[in-house]
């Protein structure tokens, strides 16, 4: 074999490799601003926590729940800007990215507001890489329902009577 089909060779695995080992679903999530606002900024008075996940259209998680960022709403009501997340590997198009909110820390399972988001992948899927959620980076209070239940949720014990 000549040198230069064993270099491609050694590189294409390299790059299966690589590939094989990319972490699915969200391995970040970052907001760059907040921007004060008495109709769509988030309620004044709090500490909010901030995670996000990514499921497909069926439920089905992709990778981790991540959580890690605040936003301080103690003093004025404001939203998050610039908010991105940042895929560990391709996402399918039927990607769905729910963000969360929560005055307490985030912990998968517990009661928390959710906003979903989706189309942002379609029609072909997402690449690996930095995200905007939604299309606009703005995370709107309107956005949001109450009582959701952070994903992933495990079921401990199942019994049939």
Known sequence: MSRSKKLAATMS??????????????????????????????PVGNEWYIGAIMVDSTGHTIGSLITGINLNTASLSSYPTGFKVTLGAAAPADAIVYVYRST?????????????????????????????????????????QVDNTAMPVKLESFSVD
Do not use: K
């Open 13 to 42: 695995l390299l790059v299966a490799c690589v590939s094989a080992h990319a972490q699915p679903g969200i391995t970040a999530i970052t907001f760059t601003n907040s921007t004060v606002s008495t109709t769509e900024g988030w």
């Open 104 to 144: 307490i820390p985030i912990v998968a399972g517990e009661s928390v507001e959710r906003a979903a988001y989706t189309g942002l992948c379609a029609p072909t899927g997402c690449l690996m890489g930095d995200l905007i959620v939604p299309v606009t980076g703005d995370l709107l209070n309107s956005d949001f």
